[in-house]
T-cell receptor, first 114, second 112 residues
Framework: DAGITQSPRHKVTETGTPVTLRCHQTENHRYMYWYRQDPGHGLRLIHYSYGVKDTDKGEVSDGYSVSRSKTEDFLLTLESATSSQTSVYFC?????????????FGEGSRLTVL | KQEVTQIPAALSVPEGENLVLNCSFTDSAIYNLQWFRQDPGKGLTSLLLIQSSQREQTSGRLNASLDKSSGRSTLYIAASQPGDSATYLCAAPMDSSYKLIFGSGTRLLVRP
């Protein structure tokens, strides 16, 4: 258990509404990631953070923004949700110490956009 | 650009059988390779991590190998049990930021 909490775990929303998913960690690790998982596409990186206010785009970043105003929280925002953003979203972190490059994942947030 | 492939997509075996799951990658300049397990509706659980300098890693009944020259990793599961039924994913970093590229997974069913 890497101390990752995702919220909400399940959300149903309507097209055009804003949605924010939260990833919270308790151990002050520097590196955090947002992935989405879809049938036929597997897991794909949305955004990556390497520190407070330091973020980078991933493979499928269009339509998403992120913020990291403090170490423990990495927020993923869908400014105007679309049906194509229906997915399961996973947050991951990479422990700063040890330098193994191992990633640990949260339990996921299932988002349905109607 | 790193690409990761897993074959087969699905596998069904009787309980007690030893089995091998395959993972291929295109860029041999790999930092590490990580194997995960995912149960339906759940998150990813890290099983084994093999560093670039290592040939294999073992945890209980699981053994993962890494052959950079051939671009392959295998996950060996000994004496399979119904509780091993899950989807197994392998992933390799695209660069030193350790942004992982995932394979599409192998869905394993171990029949009692």
């Amino acid at each position: 258990d890497a101390g990752i909490t995702q919220s909400p775990r399940h959300k149903v929303t309507e097209t055009g509404t804003p949605v924010t998913l939260r990833c919270h960690q308790t151990e002050n690790h520097r590196y955090m990631y947002w992935y989405r998982q879809d049938p036929g596409h597997g897991l794909r990186l949305i955004h990556y953070s390497y520190g407070v206010k330091d973020t980078d785009k991933g493979e499928v970043s269009d339509g998403y923004s992120v913020s990291r105003s403090k170490t423990e929280d990495f927020l993923l925002t869908l400014e105007s949700a679309t049906s194509s953003q229906t997915s399961v979203y996973f947050c991951a972190l990479r422990p700063t110490g040890g330098n193994t490059g191992e990633l640990f994942f949260g339990e996921g947030s299932r988002l349905t956009v109607l | 650009k790193q690409e990761v492939t897993q074959i087969p997509a699905a596998l069904s075996v009787p309980e007690g059988e030893n089995l091998v799951l395959n993972c291929s990658f295109t860029d041999s300049a790999i930092y590490n390779l990580q194997w995960f397990r995912q149960d339906p509706g759940k998150g990813l659980t890290s099983l084994l991590l093999i560093q670039s300098s290592q040939r294999e890693q073992t945890s209980g009944r699981l053994n993962a190998s890494l052959d950079k020259s051939s671009g392959r990793s295998t996950l060996y599961i000994a004496a399979s049990q119904p509780g091993d039924s899950a989807t197994y994913l392998c992933a390799a970093p695209m660069d030193s930021s350790y942004k992982l590229i995932f394979g599409s997974g192998t869905r394993l069913l171990v029949r009692p």
